[in-house]
């Protein structure tokens, strides 16, 4: 069984940096299609980014972060990482990665997902 555990999380000032972490267990989480969500308080969950298992693993971002997070996988250490510069108090929220299982649906859907991580909170004051 697959079991992915996020980790980076924490209280910073807006303009600053944080490095998500997701390890997996199970799988070799690298051989797949990665995505990135986040849900901020009283909202829907939401699309951040993903990294495509294959085209040597384009990646694709929301507008909203486009240009100042980014995603990457370490295949040594099992882990898919997202790189958050730049942040916004509006970035403010608990962020889950996820393993991509269905095709049938886009990357961009929580339904081409089945196996998610508990979340990390990030919190940006400004």
């Known amino acids: 069984q697959v079991q992915l555990v996020e980790s980076g999380g924490g209280l910073v000032q807006a303009g600053s940096s944080l490095r998500l972490s997701c390890a997996g267990s199970g799988r070799t989480i690298t051989d797949y299609g990665m995505g990135w969500f986040r849900q901020a308080p009283g909202k829907a969950r939401e699309f951040v980014a993903h990294m495509a298992k294959w085209s040597g693993g384009t990646t694709y971002y929301d507008d909203s972060v486009q240009g100042r997070f980014t995603i990457s996988r370490d295949n040594a250490k099992n882990t898919v990482n997202l790189q958050m510069n730049s942040l916004k108090a509006e970035d403010t929220a608990v962020y889950y990665c996820?393993?991509?299982?269905?095709?049938?649906?886009?990357?961009?859907?929580?339904?081409?997902?089945?196996?998610w991580g508990r979340g990390t909170q990030v919190t940006v004051s400004s």
């Open positions: 996820a393993l991509r299982t269905s095709l049938s649906f886009s990357y961009q859907s929580e339904k081409s997902y089945l196996f």
